[in-house]
T-cell receptor
Framework: SQQGEEDPQALSIQEGENATMNCSYKTSINNLQWYRQNSGRGLVHLILIRSNEREKHSGRLRVTLDTSKKSSSLLITASRAADTASYFCATVDAGGTSYGKLTFGQGTILTVHP | DGGITQSPKYLFRKEGQNVTLSCEQNLNHDAMYWYRQDPGQGLRLIYYSQIVNDFQKGDIAEGYSVSREKKESFPLTVTSAQKNPTAFYLC????????????FGPGTRLTVT
């Protein structure tokens, strides 16, 4: 079953605008990760946020985590056409027999128009 | 140049044939994974290996088999028992199974007709 579910499923914006993608999950987590996938390619790790962290930045990326709401958001500022890709959140379960398992959501397709 | 390689990029097979997908890494990572991705979907875990000569079933292992005889290599065999094998297959590795980020190969697109 899907742990992380992204919203929206697709997002279309103009270059220079900000893009926000959301991820919800169901179980207790150790950390949450965001990955990017260009069409027909492998995934690239973007950022990892631990369950005891609330916000993390990496370049133009800002990730927030709200464990009380079991949700995370990825903000890409000043988007570029090269940011066009699918973005996936993935959760690592905390404890139990599934400890360490990485579960992916269905992804958000981001299109940035020049 | 470190990373994960998968070959071939595209693979075509007739129904009823077994096919093996290659995955090699030179990152010195202990853990390796195989995922399946269907159009418009996220990734689903097929098998994972924490260490050489050890592997465990993921969420959708039926119709697949793996081996881990060397740290660098984790081949996936799609058997004729897999009912819907056409998909994009991704191999990944991490320093250890657990909380670390995973590094992905470029993927193999398998088409079975």
């Amino acid at each position: 079953s899907q742990q992380g579910e992204e919203d929206p499923q697709a997002l279309s914006i103009q270059e220079g605008e900000n893009a926000t993608m959301n991820c919800s999950y169901k179980t207790s987590i150790n950390n949450l990760q965001w990955y990017r996938q260009n069409s027909g390619r492998g995934l690239v790790h973007l950022i990892l946020i631990r369950s005891n962290e609330r916000e993390k930045h990496s370049g133009r990326l800002r990730v927030t985590l709200d464990t009380s709401k079991k949700s995370s958001s990825l903000l890409i500022t000043a988007s570029r056409a090269a940011d066009t890709a699918s973005y996936f959140c993935a959760t690592v379960d905390a404890g139990g027999t599934s400890y360490g398992k990485l579960t992916f959501g269905q992804g958000t397709i981001l299109t940035v128009h020049p | 140049d470190g990373g994960i390689t998968q070959s071939p990029k595209y693979l075509f097979r007739k129904e009823g044939q077994n096919v093996t997908l290659s995955c090699e890494q030179n990152l010195n990572h202990d853990a390796m994974y195989w995922y399946r991705q269907d159009p418009g979907q996220g990734l689903r875990l097929i098998y994972y290996s924490q260490i050489v000569n050890d592997f465990q079933k993921g969420d959708i292992a039926e119709g697949y088999s793996v081996s881990r005889e060397k740290k660098e290599s984790f081949p996936l065999t799609v058997t004729s028992a897999q009912k819907n094998p056409t998909a994009f297959y991704l191999c990944a590795s991490s320093i250890s199974r657990g909380v670390n980020e995973q590094y992905f190969g470029p993927g193999t697109r398998l088409t079975v007709t």
